[in-house]
Nanobody, 115 residues
Framework: QVQLVESGGGLVQAGGSLRLSCAASGNTFSITVMGWYRQAPGKQRELVATITSRSRANYADSVKGRFTISRDNAKNTVYLQMNSLKPEDTAVYYC?????????WGQGTQVTVSS
């Protein structure tokens, strides 16, 4: 089992920045890919960014150049630095971790960007 706890969400004006953190605990040795997904009201959950254990990152086109995902394997933590935020980035952001053919999810953290 893997447990994920996110932090760092909040309210920010358009153009501002936020940094999300996600700390993993439990069977962390089995984690391969970690990532961030988001779900806006009335929409499906979508990929934001993922990162492998060797720090190979992948981004959704909508956030490329604005968001940066990083990972500290020693701390079992993944981060999402979000810059130049837009109102359309408003969503609940979920941390995810893939381990032993299963995806684990955090509880989500709200990010609201005002115009």
């Amino acid at each position: 089992q893997v447990q994920l706890v996110e932090s760092g969400g909040g309210l920010v004006q358009a153009g501002g920045s936020l940094r999300l953190s996600c700390a993993a605990s439990g069977n962390t040795f089995s984690i391969t890919v970690m990532g961030w997904y988001r779900q806006a009201p009335g929409k499906q959950r979508e990929l934001v960014a993922t990162i492998t254990s060797r720090s190979r990152a992948n981004y959704a086109d909508s956030v490329k150049g604005r968001f940066t995902i990083s990972r500290d394997n020693a701390k079992n933590t993944v981060y999402l630095q979000m810059n130049s935020l837009k109102p359309e980035d408003t969503a609940v952001y979920y941390c995810a971790a893939d381990a032993v053919n299963r995806r684990y999810w955090g509880q989500g953290t709200q990010v609201t960007v005002s115009s």
